[in-house]
C-alpha cells in the first residue's frame, strides 16, 4: 500500500471515529447523561481512532498472526465474533425502530411509564411524556390512564403522583387518572398496572404504552409478560440522543432476555 493511499484510508477511518463521538455525545452534552449507550460508542469511538493512528502496524501484526496456525483460528475467531455481534446488534437496533414509530391503533386503557422526577417536578423526560399522554386524552376523551412509578430516593414524590398532579393542572379529569406508586422497574411498572386495572374492573387487554419511542420494544415485551395487547404512543427523542439510548436498550434487552 503507497504512503498517500495509507494517508487516505487512515484519515477516512478517523472521519468515522469522530462521527461516531458526535452520534453519541449529544445527551452528555445537552443534559449531562452519562449511561451504558454513550459509554459503549466512546469505546467503540476511541477504538476506531486507535486503529486509525496505529493502522500500518496493526495490520502488519494480524498478517504475521495469519502466517501460523494457531493464529489464523485466533484472528477467524475473533473476526467471527465481530460479525455475530454486529448482526445482533443491527437485528435489535431494527426491532428497536420499529417499534419507535407511532401505532394508528387505539385504546381505552393507556399505560404512561415513569421517569426522573426532579423534587416535585418533572424531568425533561417526563414532561414529555405527560405531554404525550395528554394529547392522547385529549384525542381520545374515554380513555383512562394508569400513571406508573413509585418514589426514588432522590425524589420527593413518586413519578405516578408526579404525572397525576401534572395532567390534572393541563386539564384532564382526575376521574380518568389511576396512579401505580409502587414499581421501580419497567417489569413492575406492568405488573402492578394489571394488578390495580384488575382492582377497578377494568379487563381491558388492550393498552396504549406512552414512554420514550426507545423504551416502546422492551415495554412491549414485559407487557405480554402480563397479557396485554400493546399499541405504541412514543414521546419523541431528539435524533442527538437516540442513537446513545438505543444502543443502552440493546443492552438492557439482552439483559432481560439473559435472566
Same mark, same amino acid.
Given at each position: 500500500?503507497?504512503g498517500?493511499?495509507?494517508?487516505? =484510508?487512515?484519515v477516512? =477511518? ?21 449511561n451504558?449507550?454513550?459509554i ?5 469511538a ?5 486503529y ?11 498478517v ?6 494457531r ?9 467471527a465474533?465481530l460479525?455475530l ?6 437485528t435489535?437496533?431494527?426491532? =428497536? ?10 385504546s ?7 421517569c ?8 425533561v ?12 386524552l ?5 380513555a ?31 376521574q ?5 406508586n409502587?414499581? /421501580?422497574?419497567?417489569?413492575?411498572n406492568?405488573m #402492578? ?5 384488575d ?8 393498552? /396504549?404504552?406512552?414512554?420514550?419511542? #426507545? ?5 412491549s ?13 412514543p414521546?419523541? /427523542? ?5 442513537i ?6 440493546i443492552?438492557?434487552? /439482552? ?5
Amino acid at each position: 500500500m503507497t504512503g498517500t493511499k495509507s494517508v487516505i =484510508i487512515r484519515v477516512i =477511518i478517523l472521519l468515522l471515529a469522530i462521527l461516531l463521538l458526535l452520534a453519541y455525545i449529544g445527551p452528555l452534552i445537552t443534559v449531562g447523561e452519562l449511561n451504558l449507550g454513550n459509554i459503549f460508542g466512546y469505546c467503540v469511538a476511541g477504538l476506531v481512532a486507535v486503529y486509525s493512528a496505529f493502522m500500518n502496524k496493526i495490520n502488519t501484526k494480524i498478517v504475521q498472526l495469519w502466517s501460523q496456525k494457531r493464529g489464523r483460528v485466533g484472528v477467524s475467531i475473533v473476526c467471527a465474533l465481530l460479525m455475530l455481534g454486529l448482526v445482533y446488534f443491527g437485528t435489535l437496533f431494527g426491532m =428497536i425502530a420499529n417499534y419507535s414509530k407511532t401505532d394508528s391503533a387505539r385504546s381505552q386503557v393507556v399505560v404512561v411509564l415513569g421517569c426522573k422526577v426532579v423534587g416535585e417536578k418533572p424531568g425533561v423526560f417526563l414532561r414529555q411524556r405527560i405531554n404525550t399522554a395528554y394529547n392522547y386524552l385529549q384525542d381520545n376523551p374515554d380513555a383512562v390512564a394508569v400513571l406508573c412509578g413509585g418514589q426514588g430516593s432522590d425524589e420527593n414524590i413518586s413519578e405516578g403522583q408526579c404525572m397525576y398532579n401534572a395532567l390534572v393542572d393541563m386539564g384532564v379529569s382526575p376521574q380518568r387518572l389511576y396512579v401505580e406508586n409502587q414499581s /421501580t422497574s419497567t417489569q413492575e411498572n406492568f405488573m #402492578f398496572a394489571r394488578q390495580l386495572l384488575d382492582k377497578q374492573g377494568i379487563t381491558a387487554k388492550e393498552i /396504549t404504552v406512552v414512554t420514550h419511542d #426507545f423504551h416502546q420494544f422492551r415495554a412491549s415485551l414485559y407487557a405480554k409478560k402480563y397479557g396485554f395487547v400493546t399499541h405504541s404512543m412514543p414521546a419523541k /427523542t431528539p435524533w442527538s440522543g437516540y442513537i446513545t439510548f438505543v444502543t443502552r436498550e440493546i443492552f438492557a434487552v /439482552t439483559a432481560m432476555i439473559l435472566k
